[in-house]
């Protein structure tokens, strides 16, 4: 356990951009479907990660998954990086879902192999050492509300329409919403959204607890995107040694007994004692000031 947990702060590597790989048959070079971008001034320490598939709304294909999952593989080396901000490029939609269009091409073999790598996405976005928030200003349908729902926090517009969508189309989420919708509201309002494919508003989500917080729209409509922002900012100056075993210590207790989760917690908090950060709020504390956190 203790060796799992100590992997959470591995060493970074040096970030590099993401290199677009194209897919198609002429060797030509493809419009990459995501944009990663790292905030600089007071906001640096965000990055987001933007999906820029307008064409199909954001629908999670093939080459998106993959573009996805190298961009997680590259920031979670970065210990720069204190919060990750999922966003949409698409005006109106955070992401439609799973790019049934394309799946309906494949294979009952390619679909299985394909709904196991979306599973995949899913898992090693919840697994992000950092806080990761998803910024809802639009449409966030089946696999969409399951890439929210594989983030630590959700913001969403009033605009906004959420909802496991899957049995409407025949289908049952695949990429994690069985198992994280209802840690998140319960197993029986969970059961009910999920057997109706029942359409949510942002306020109606808030309602529920599915999301942190809803917003107006404004007319640039980016309103969450901006509250998510003003979110991430907040936990900016906190030491992120500690905001990060704090999330594992979480997501690792909520899996077992209160007892195992208590020995979970235990052992993150040793792993943060002997950190610089802890040594620079006690004497910020000491001396009135704010504490100057290096994440060392």
């Not at 992000?128 to 696999?143: C, E, N, R, S």
């Not at 929210?148 to 329409?161: G, Q, Y």
Request: glycine residues 10%; hydrophobic residues 45%.
């Amino acid at each position: 356990m203790l060796r799992a947990l100590t992997s959470v702060l591995r060493l970074p590597r040096p970030w590099r951009p993401l290199q677009t790989r194209s897919c198609a048959s002429d060797g030509a070079a493809e419009d990459p479907e995501i944009q990663v971008r790292a905030l600089a001034g007071p906001d640096q320490g965000i990055t987001e990660i933007l999906m820029n598939r307008p064409s199909a709304r954001n629908a999670l294909g093939n080459v998106l998954v993959r573009e996805l999952l190298d961009a997680l593989a590259q920031l979670r080396e970065d210990q720069q990086v204190r919060v990750l901000l999922f966003r949409s490029a698409v005006k109106g939609v955070f992401c439609a879902g799973a790019d049934l269009k394309e799946r309906e091409q494949m294979s009952e073999a390619e679909v299985g192999i394909f709904v196991q790598r979306l599973r995949g996405l899913m898992n090693e976005i919840a697994a992000f050492p950092a806080p990761t928030i998803a910024a809802m200003d639009g449409f966030a349908l089946g696999g969409g509300l399951e890439l929210a729902l594989a983030c630590d926090l959700r913001v969403a517009a009033s605009s906004a329409v959420m909802g496991l969508i899957e049995t409407t189309r025949g289908l049952l989420p695949g990429a994690g919403g069985t198992q994280r919708l209802p840690r998140c509201l319960g197993v029986a309002l969970a059961k009910e959204l999920i057997f109706t494919g029942r359409r949510l508003s942002g306020a109606q989500a808030q309602a529920l607890g599915l999301v942190n917080h809803t917003v107006p729209q404004n007319e640039e409509g980016n309103a969450a995107y901006h509250r998510a922002r003003a979110l991430a900012q907040e936990i900016l100056p906190q030491a992120p040694i500690a905001v990060r075993l704090g999330k594992v210590a979480i997501d690792r207790g909520m899996e077992v007994d209160i007892a195992s989760g208590m020995a979970i917690e235990g052992i993150c908090y040793a792993q943060n004692i002997p950190t610089q950060d802890r040594l620079e709020g006690m004497a910020a504390f000491r001396e009135k000031r704010p504490p100057r956190f290096v994440g060392k």
